[in-house]
């Protein structure tokens, strides 16, 4: 080890200081480690302690040795003014900075399925109800809220399922044909003893997390595609580079004898001057094996793709095998340049009729009187509040892009009348979302502050303001603006 570290000082120049570090030993006699402490005069370090905020430890990882992690997210949560952040705003610091934290440790751990699903309570719990102690009830599932923005989600992910991506990663960088670090290397040197990664099997003392490894290899083998090259040191008979299979699974192990070859042979063994070269038994094996191998171009060099990745990430990869779902039809409306991100979220959740009408109050037991709030004409619901209730509708009849103003159309994604530009439509879907924002901040406000009622007017008022502001605040818009100023009057 001491020499190890005095060829790293000569090249580098760089000498550890031996009262800031420390050695660690795992399965040493006691005799090294003294001759090595003395030696070195470095102090005796003891596991588990930390390395770049995570945790190093020898055996499994634990729900105690992930304690920092959720310590640390719980932290975040409570320095925040969560109950002045609306759920847009959660939703931002929940994407950015808490998926981040753990994004960085699920990078380099495995974590336990129990910690995982204690985190996505943490989040969720945030999300819905602005601190970690909160049991406010949830109003979308945890699952279509980790679906993507474009499939009717809210961009989350899932961390189980991140999780796994993470295992697929390494799985990913283990069947490169070269190492791309230190780590990789010494375990096709020292543990799988070059034997193949996908067929060699791990004494029971492996450490956790490459059994974790190991465990999901036949899962992720469906994922991964080879592109074989003329001097190609992949393994011919155990590596699975013909239909996601190995040679030896397909053919039985007996192909090996019949073509004269070694277990661990490389490809470039049955490659001559860049075409296929195999023997010329007449056995049938051999000949299913001339029959496979034909259909298979040579290239200049090994390259392992996942899916059709050459170098992909890990978002990549959870993408090609994450839950996916139907996009509804009125996504775009929801979600685009122009939105308003707390208008946006509030015309989410009325689309999927998860907003707390009285009708749901009532489902839940509340005490309230069923009519809606803003017209006490009939009884409130997500389809009157907002479509058929008459002050909603004079609100929406104001919008300088005629809408159409039915509930039908708007599930089906249908809320303009007529052909118009992408411009105007963006436009459209803008202001609908204000007024949706707008009418239900107000419905609030008579139903549970009893404050002054705002009038249809004042209202249409305050909802072009806010469009305004948005609009003029965006560079295409202005741009248009100047030329297409009739526009403008128009619209104010």
Request: proline letters at 5%.
């Amino acid at each position: 080890m001491l020499n190890s570290v005095n060829r790293f000082f000569n090249a580098s120049g760089l000498k550890p200081n031996p009262l800031k570090s420390a050695c660690y030993f795992c399965n040493v006699d006691q005799d090294t480690v003294q001759s090595t402490l003395t030696t070195s005069g470095f102090s005796r370090g003891s596991f588990p302690f930390k390395y770049l905020g995570l945790p190093l430890i020898t055996g499994r990882l634990s729900a105690t040795d992930c304690k920092e992690l959720t310590d640390k997210l719980c932290n975040r949560i409570d320095h925040w003014t969560s109950r002045f952040l609306r759920y847009s705003g959660r939703l931002l610091l929940l994407k950015t900075v808490l998926f981040s934290i753990q994004g960085y440790w699920a990078s380099y751990l495995f974590l336990p399925k129990g910690v995982l699903k204690h985190l996505q309570s943490l989040f969720g719990r945030f999300l819905w109800g602005g601190n970690v102690n909160s049991r406010s009830q949830h109003k979308v599932s945890w699952h279509d809220c980790c679906l993507p923005k474009n499939e009717g989600g809210l961009g989350i992910r899932d961390l189980t399922e991140w999780n796994r991506a993470a295992i697929f990663y390494q799985i990913w960088r283990l069947s490169k044909p070269h190492a791309d670090s230190l780590w990789i290397l010494w375990l096709h040197e020292c543990l799988f003893k070059q034997k193949s990664f996908w067929t060699a099997s791990l004494p029971s003392s492996s450490p956790w997390c490459l059994k974790e490894i190991m465990n999901l290899r036949q899962e992720a083998k469906h994922y991964i595609f080879y592109s074989i090259g003329r001097n190609s040191g992949l393994k011919l008979w155990h590596d699975p580079w013909i239909n996601h299979e190995s040679l030896v699974n397909l053919l039985g192990p007996d192909i090996i004898s019949i073509e004269g070859s070694f277990p661990l042979a490389p490809i470039r063994s049955i490659i001559a001057n860049g075409i296929w070269s195999t023997s010329r038994s007449n056995h049938m094996l051999a000949m299913d094996l001339r029959c496979l191998i034909s259909t298979y171009t040579i290239s200049r060099e090994d390259k392992v793709f996942w899916q059709n990745n050459h170098n992909p990430n890990i978002s990549i990869i959870w993408h090609s095998f994450r839950n996916s779902a139907v996009p509804p039809p009125w996504v775009p409306m929801v979600w685009h340049s122009l939105s308003i991100q707390k208008c946006a979220f509030f015309m989410w959740l009325m689309l999927k009729k998860r907003l707390l009408t009285k009708d749901k109050m009532i489902r839940f037991g509340f005490n309230v009187n069923p009519r809606c709030t803003l017209c006490y004409c009939q009884d409130e619901t997500v389809q009157h509040l907002f479509v058929e209730c008459p002050y909603s509708y004079l609100v929406l009849k104001s919008s300088p892009i005629p809408l159409n103003i039915n509930w039908a159309d708007w599930e089906i994604g249908n809320f303009i009348q007529g052909q118009v530009i992408n411009l105007h439509k963006r436009l459209a879907w803008l202001f609908i979302s204000v007024a949706i924002y707008s009418i239900w901040k107000e419905r609030n406000n008579r139903l549970h502050n009893n404050g002054p009622a705002l009038n249809v007017d004042r209202m249409i008022y305050m909802v072009k303001l806010m469009v305004k502001e948005r609009v003029f605040s965006s560079k295409e818009m202005r741009s248009y603006f100047r030329r297409n100023p009739s526009f403008c009057s128009v619209l104010f």
